[in-house]
Every structure is written in C-alpha cells, then in structure tokens.
C-alpha cells in the first residue's frame, strides 16, 4: 500500500494502516535446506486497533512479528513488504531499523525475565531507549523512568528504579517490561504472549492496563496469543495461522460466533471440559497431612541483620483418597507448590505426612528412597526437566536403574517402549531426543518417565501451564484415562481454574501459605464462599467479559 493509497484513505475518512504487511515470507537456512516458517501473510492494523494473531505453538504467529521488528535469527530471511504509516522498513540496515524500534514500534516478549538484564537495576534498563532514541540526558530519562512506572502501576516506583529484575514478581516484571515498549510512546505495540507466564489475576491487571493505555495514546496493538479467551477480550480483529500461513480473519465477535473454517471451530472448542468420574468408594486415603509448615529464612544483610521468615506453607491439612484429585490453587508465592513438595518430603517441613499406613516423619533420605517410586513429581517445564544429553528412551528409564537396578538393557527397553505407547508417543521415537518433540509431547514423555515406575501418587505442579489450549485438552484427556486405568492420586497443582474444574474431585484455595477455602469442585465454582476465590474465579473466566 502506497503513500497515494494512505492519502486517499485518510480523505475518504477511514484511518491509513499503521502497520501494513504484505505477502511476508519468513525461511530459516537448517542443516539440511531450508524450514519455510511464514507463508505469505498480509494484514493490516488501524490506529487504536488491536489485531490478535493466535494459533498453535508452530504456527508462524511469532516468527511473523519477530520478522516486522527485524529480529529473526541469523539464519532467517525475509521477502515481501513492511511498512510503518506508509514507510518501507522491510531490507532496512539494523542502524536504520533503530529509528523505528522503540521510538515507532514497541515489542513486549512473553519472559521478562529473560528480556531484562540481571545486572542492571530497572531504572538504568527503562532510561537506555530514553537516551539512544530520544537523545534525553540521564537526568530527564530517569524523571521519565519514574514517570513509566507510575504510569503502568508498580507500586512504590521511585523505590523500584534502584531493584534488580529478580527483585520483582513475574506481573512486575510484566509491567516493567511494558513501561520499557511504551518509554518513546510507539505508535504500534507488539505483544508477544505477554501474560502466558502469570496468575489469572495478574494477567487480568496486565490486559486491563494494555486497554488502558490503548485507549490514552491511540496506539495500535499487535497481540500474539494462543488463549482464544484472551482474544474475544480485548481484540477487535483475529488473525488465525497454522502452518506459517493465515486460514481465517475477520473482526472477533464474527470469527467467534461463525468460524469459517475447521481449523478455527477446533481452537474454540479447545477447552478441557467434562469431569474426571469420582473415586471408587469406599475410598481410602492414600496421603494425610496435618499441619504443614515450610518456612524459608530471607537473609536481609550482612551477619544476619534484618533477617525475616517467610512462612511458605502455614498449618495446612489435606486427605488425598486413592483415586482422587485435589485441585491446589492461588497465585504465585501463595505456598501450593511448596505444599506439593513437603508432601512428597523433597523439603524440609514440619507436621506430619502419613502416606497409606506409614508415617513419613522424621525418615531421612536413606528411608524414603524406596518409597520414592510410589510418590512421583511431574514438573510444569518439561523441556527443563528432561536432559538435552539423553534419549527419551533413557529419559523415560532413568528411574528403573534407582528402583530396579537388576532388571535387563533388554528388559527397561521393552519397558520403555510400553511406557510412550501408553501416553500417547511412537515407541520406535525412543531413541529420539527431547529438542526433537513439541512441547506437549515432552510433557507426555515426562509422564512416561512417572508412569513406568507405577506410582501410588503423583504430584502435578503446573504440568498443561506453557501448552496451547487444544495440547492441554488432550494431556487432560491423558491423566484423567491414567488415573482411571491405575488407580492413581494426584495432587493438581495450578492457576488454570479451567483445567482444575476438569480434572480435580476438591479444590484447596491457597493465599500466603495458608489454606483460604476448601470444597468440592461443585461448591467453589458454584458458590465460593471467600472473595479471594471469587476474585480468583471471575479473572480466570475474564474472557466472556469484552474489555471496552
């Protein structure tokens, strides 16, 4: 789209596209030829217009955008048009590409963490674009760093400008990283899942305030996402990619209430649903625990000064039943994962944790190791968890050596196979590695590695959180299918009330280590009695709320 094309826009009284993309083609040079990762897209996005662009992990939706920045990998190349209010900026020199980074164009990525340097405190990372793009002196971008945070609500700023990242909770870090998109006041935002990684809660402040300042500076976003609930929230338009090219678009309310195409109607319908069959009575309890507390001492200076506890878990009981599910939720550093662990005695707690007809009091390492095989962790991240060095064939056996060391290579190989057939997986890609499996694949070979020691109970922290919604639904289908068949006990360890409400038979809620409300799955959802549930439950189904 010319310069002719955005003046006669703009005269006819329809907006010129901020941002006009055409015909984009994005390939990556791999070892044996070419991955084709974009595939033709064009689309355009309108002052004060957010455009979502959603698929699957896979699908091109950040590599598209990744591109529009000129942030692709060294083995990336892109073809087709980019253009900022009616400016060519695709071929652009990285120099050049620099008078629109920040100071046009504004990028948030999904993990702060990862995006913000540890070593430099949050004030010096808000003033460096401040300096580079609007030639500010220090003095003045430091004022505006302070101003930035204030403006996107962390709480005590001017405090805040002399932390480090890892001084901040992951919505302020959130925050911070938005403060940095909008330092030169862009006139497009590109948000890369910005709130796949935070509490229900936080992600509902963290989409209020994009709405917000939307709706302040007229800006345009662009919001990368594959929660479709997110979408019908704030969007006023939906690109949908699979396969690096877009099969649907069209203004939300439309795509939602009348998809066009397969692909689409399989996103919506993506969300676990059903109930997982109540345990078969008379049912007996597997775990009980009474009164756990985990405290962690937070040092506060040199020698010891200003040291404090930080009481993780405080007091709470819990009676897992044989087959059953408890759903533990809250926010982060509410103490559910904490709890999961001290149950498992992977941390130091006091109370007590009686596991069938055994009191695991006071056993030290030596005593619980054969008891380890009955009581199993799945990990929220199974690509951290699983060993870039090791087959999957391995991965899956690494226990048999502890817990069967005189079993055959030829016997934990058959074994194995058994095991990735069960969940899902071909057992001829056992010799595979993890690097060469999607995400919810690596969380199946995860269970795999569980299953084949045939635990009695197993604790799941935050196994579907980094999945795509249509990856959660079947790894829900999987363990509710494993539980039936085994008779197996979990401990739901979550902030997706949606996966909770599918999979657990009660729900502990958590808050500061503490136990704040307990109840069938029925009773909370029907009618929690705690408005920090309440609040809990209305932010995790935000969605059917359109933000204005």
């Known amino acids: 789209m010319d310069s002719a094309t955005h003046a006669k826009q703009a005269a006819a009284g329809s907006p010129a596209p901020v941002l006009s993309v055409r015909d984009l083609d994005v390939r990556f040079r791999i070892a044996d030829g070419e991955l084709r990762a974009v595939r033709g897209v064009s689309f355009d996005v309108s002052p004060g217009e957010t455009l979502a662009i959603v698929g699957e992990s896979g699908s091109g939706k950040s590599q ?9 990998a060294s083995n990336g190349f ?9 400016e060519e900026i695709l071929g652009l020199t990285p120099r050049e590409l620099n008078r629109f980074r920040g100071r046009r164009m504004g990028m948030i990525f999904q993990e702060p963490m990862t995006s913000l340097d540890p070593l430099y405190r949050i004030g010096d990372q808000l003033a460096e674009p401040l300096v580079a793009h ?7 971008a430091r004022e505006r760093a302070l101003e930035l945070l204030t403006l996107v609500g962390i709480p005590r700023p001017a405090e805040r400008l002399g932390s480090y990242p890892h001084e901040l909770s992951g919505g302020q870090r959130q925050r911070v990283m938005i403060a940095m998109a909008l330092a030169n006041r862009p006139e497009v935002l590109i948000a890369d899942e910005p709130t796949t990684a935070l509490d229900v809660t936080i992600q509902a402040q963290v989409l209020d305030l994009l709405a917000d300042l939307k709706r302040r500076f007229g800006m345009a976003i662009v919001f990368i996402t594959h929660d479709l609930g997110i979408v019908r929230r704030i969007a006023d338009r939906v690109v949908v990619m699979r396969n690096g090219a877009i099969v649907e678009t069209g203004l939300t309310e439309e795509v939602f209430a009348r998809p066009q195409q397969a692909y689409t109607r399989m996103l ?5 649903t059903g109930r997982k069959a109540p345990p078969p009575m008379p049912a007996t309890p597997v775990i009980e625990a009474r009164d756990v507390r985990v405290a962690f001492t937070l040092r506060g200076g040199w020698f010891g000064r200003g040291d404090r506890e930080l009481k993780a878990v405080d007091g709470v009981d819990l009676t897992l039943l044989r087959g059953g599910t408890i759903g533990i939720v809250g926010e982060s550093g509410s103490g559910k994962s904490t709890l999961g662990r001290a149950v498992l005695r992977l941390l130091p707690a006091s109370g007590s944790v009686r596991f069938e007809d055994r009191d695991l009091t006071g056993l030290d390492r030596a005593a619980m190791r054969p008891l380890r095989r009955r009581l199993q962790l799945v990990f929220q991240d199974p690509f951290g968890s699983l060993s870039p060095r090791m087959t999957v064939g391995e991965i899956v056996t690494e226990g ?10 030829a016997e934990r190989d058959r074994r194995a196979a058994s095991a990735l057939e069960e969940v899902g997986l071909d057992p001829s890609t056992r010799n595979r590695f993890p690097h060469e499996f999607s995400g919810g694949q690596r969380q199946r070979i995860a269970i795999a590695r569980t299953m084949i020691l045939n635990p009695s109970v197993v604790v799941l922290d935050e196994p579907t959180s980094a999945l795509d919604r249509s990856v959660q639904k079947d790894i829900v289908d ?6 039936a068949r085994h008779g197996l006990s979990y ?3 979550s902030h997706d009330l949606a996966v909770v409400r599918a999979m657990a038979d009660e729900i502990i809620v958590m808050k500061s280590g503490k136990v704040v409300e307990r109840g069938t799955v029925d009773a909370i959802f029907r009618d929690p009695r705690q408005p920090y549930t309440r609040d809990l439950i209305a932010a995790a189904f935000l969605s059917e709320t359109p933000v204005a």
């Open 491 to 493: 401990l739901f360890i």
């Open 478 to 483: 999987l363990l509710r299918g494993l539980q």
């Open 134 to 140: 609007a030639k500010m002196s220090r003095k003045a």
């Open 64 to 72: 598209t955008m990744m591109a529009v920045m000129g942030l692709l």
């Open 268 to 272: 919506l319908a993506a969300e676990p």
């Open 400 to 409: 048999l050596l502890v817990h069967e060391p005189a079993i055959t290579r």
């Open 78 to 86: 892109v073809e087709g048009s980019v253009k900022i209010a009616g």
